[in-house]
């Protein structure tokens, strides 16, 4: 039985297979899952390097493992889900993260950490591309702005975990408290599976998803003037993912040796700024239908940059928690919109070289932050987050006509 929903001011209604409902259920789930196994991880940051006895800057190398597992696996993945499909890629993918996230409390170095997040990252890297070309399938088929919705699922797995985080931070040791995320994950990852390998895809496709992702790869992939576009987005990406990498991973450590915010509040910066970020985009479908791709970009760098110069530089943690709440709402919905159009664009390559890019900055963001912490302060580091945030809005405002127009 179809249902329709009506596009308003689009022209005739849309039909939405039981299939398509299904599907999208299941990927929201995978994404969901993603946010909560990696704010686990970022939460007990504190602790793991307590453990280690790692600095700022050997802190900042160990991170580097988990971008440079990610950026090596990310264009491979691409290719991978040309030829099987996204949606097993996801799977695979998901059960490795799921699993990797007990092995970094067992680290005894700052080398070793590095070589346990190396798999870590790669799992990162693979889950996030695939999930997300998956999506940029369902979305070509529903014919809506819906991405937000999924990255929605990310941000609000995000809050959880880092909610449950805080709770169990004094009270719990790193190593129990990520193992039992690990045992949770690889069961939410089964119950999933089932529903996203089997789901009917759109327009009666094989539900491996094989031919979508095949599909969807091919249009306007071959063009200079698309590739150079799907490169501007992947930077447009990566200057909002790196405020949110430098979020996840620093901002508790901001709280906490910054202003002396005890572990449990300190690991309140990651949750309400996950918080924001999944209310923004829970809205982010009715916004870009109001404001457009082009307006809701630049629009939304603008307020993360001013958000982010309230959270590095706010001399209360009052005032820095409401800055990270405004840099939230402000990033929420560039990096879903930025990948979306590239995966438009060019399918899973496409979503692979922007996601490359994007996820470049939200990775070796963290790295910058360490480095940059060791030499100036910790603060002054933050406020790099409101400059690329800026810088992200005035690329999206020089490239408006082809964004828009693409």
């Not at 995978?30 to 970022?42: E, H, P």
């Not at 819906?146 to 809050?159: I, Q, R």
């Not at 990566?238 to 996840?248: D, N």
């Amino acid at each position: 039985m179809l249902t329709w929903r009506v596009r308003r001011g689009v022209g005739p209604r849309v039909a939405v297979e039981p299939g398509s409902r299904r599907l999208r259920a299941a990927l929201t789930a995978f994404f969901a899952l993603d946010g909560f196994v990696f704010a686990g991880w970022v939460v007990r940051i504190p602790a793991v390097k307590e453990q280690t006895g790692a600095s700022s800057s050997a802190l900042g190398l160990a991170l580097l493992g988990v971008s440079l597992g990610a950026v090596v696996t990310m264009m491979l993945t691409g290719r991978l889900c040309q030829r099987f499909g996204a949606r097993p890629v996801t799977v695979g993918a998901a059960l490795v993260l799921a699993a990797s996230v007990a092995l970094p409390p067992h680290a005894g170095s700052p080398l070793v950490l590095g070589l346990v997040l190396l798999l870590f990252g790669a799992a990162f890297g693979a889950l996030n591309v695939a999930a997300n070309s998956a999506a940029v399938e369902l979305v070509a088929a529903l014919g809506r702005p819906v991405m937000p919705s999924f990255h929605a699922a990310y941000s609000l797995g995000g809050m959880l975990g880092a909610g449950v985080g805080g709770l169990v931070a004094g009270q719990v040791s790193a190593a129990r408290h990520l193992g039992a995320l690990a045992v949770l994950g690889v069961a939410m990852v089964a119950v999933a599976a089932r529903f996203l390998l089997s789901a009917a895809a759109p327009g009666g496709q094989a539900p491996d998803g094989a031919t979508g992702a095949r599909a969807t790869a091919e249009p306007g992939s071959g063009g200079a003037e698309t590739r150079w576009l799907v490169l501007v987005l992947g930077l447009i990406a990566l200057c909002t993912a790196y405020g949110e990498g430098a979020l996840a991973d620093w901002s508790a450590l901001h709280l906490r040796e910054s202003l002396g915010a005890n572990a449990g509040l300190a690991a309140a910066g990651y949750s309400v700024f996950a918080m924001a970020m999944t209310v923004g985009r829970l809205t982010g479908s009715a916004l870009l239908e109001r404001l457009g791709q082009t307006r809701a970009l630049v629009a939304g760098g603008a307020t993360a940059a001013v958000g982010m110069l309230l959270g590095a530089l706010g001399p209360t943690v009052w005032l820095v928690l409401l800055g990270f709440v405004i840099t939230g709402l402000g990033l929420a919905n560039i990096f879903p919109v930025a990948i979306g159009r590239a995966g438009a664009l060019a399918g899973a390559q496409g979503v692979a070289a922007a996601s490359t890019l994007g996820y470049g900055g939200f990775l070796l963001g963290p790295v910058a932050i360490g480095f940059l912490a060791d030499w100036f302060s910790l603060a002054t580091a933050m406020t790099t987050v409101a400059l690329l945030a800026a810088v992200a809005a005035a690329t999206a405002q020089l490239a408006r006509r082809r964004i828009q127009s693409d």
